[in-house]
């Protein structure tokens, strides 16, 4: 199989970068597939595919061996193989999101980062996901779009979500 992606890569640096990626991380990437699809197979699947789109971002993964590069493997396989869960199933994930209302000028600067952090891990994947790749790894919408396979139109609304949501938390939170 690493020899199929190999022969999709054009410069020798980057099949370099690409394999120590596969070894490092493939076994990890199984695993979070299996978990989240529970078949066999359909893992095998989902980490082909997102070892496709990770050859499509070879240049954002500078680093092999830093916790970065590992949280934006995991990031992608499991987008991946959520969106086979749900396609297998046809279901999809509704999102309720209440009406309140926060304004975004609403100051935060009295709260901790480690606090600010806490409340993002706790967002609903599809919200964390979108919004990590977007400030973290800077990623372009269309790049979010791209390696998660939706809309650029969905990512701009997951992240208009993720943002109120975070408001309300963080805003909840500041009040108690």
């Known amino acids: 199989m690493l020899f199929l992606y190999m022969s999709l890569i054009d410069s020798d640096e980057n099949k370099d970068r690409f394999e120590k990626i596969y070894l490092k991380y493939r076994k990890h990437m199984k695993y979070i597939a299996l978990k989240i699809l529970g078949d066999e197979q359909l893992s095998e699947d989902a980490v082909h595919n997102a070892f496709l789109k990770i050859i499509n971002h070879l240049d954002k993964f500078e680093d092999i061996n830093c916790q970065e590069t590992k949280n934006l493997i995991v990031i992608i396989i499991r ?96 009040l108690q």
């Open 79 to 174: 987008s991946v193989s959520i969106d086979m869960y749900r396609k297998r199933n046809r279901e999809f994930q509704n999102t309720d999101i209440s009406d309140v209302e926060i304004s975004a000028e609403t100051d935060f600067s009295h709260l901790q980062a480690e606090e600010i952090l806490k409340e993002v891990e706790s967002l609903p994947e599809i919200y964390k996901d979108v919004l990590l790749l977007k400030i973290e790894y800077n990623f372009k919408d269309r790049e979010i779009a791209q390696m998660l396979g939706i809309s650029v139109g969905t990512v701009s609304k997951r992240l208009e979500r993720a943002r109120k949501q975070l408001e309300k938390q963080l805003f909840k939170g500041a």
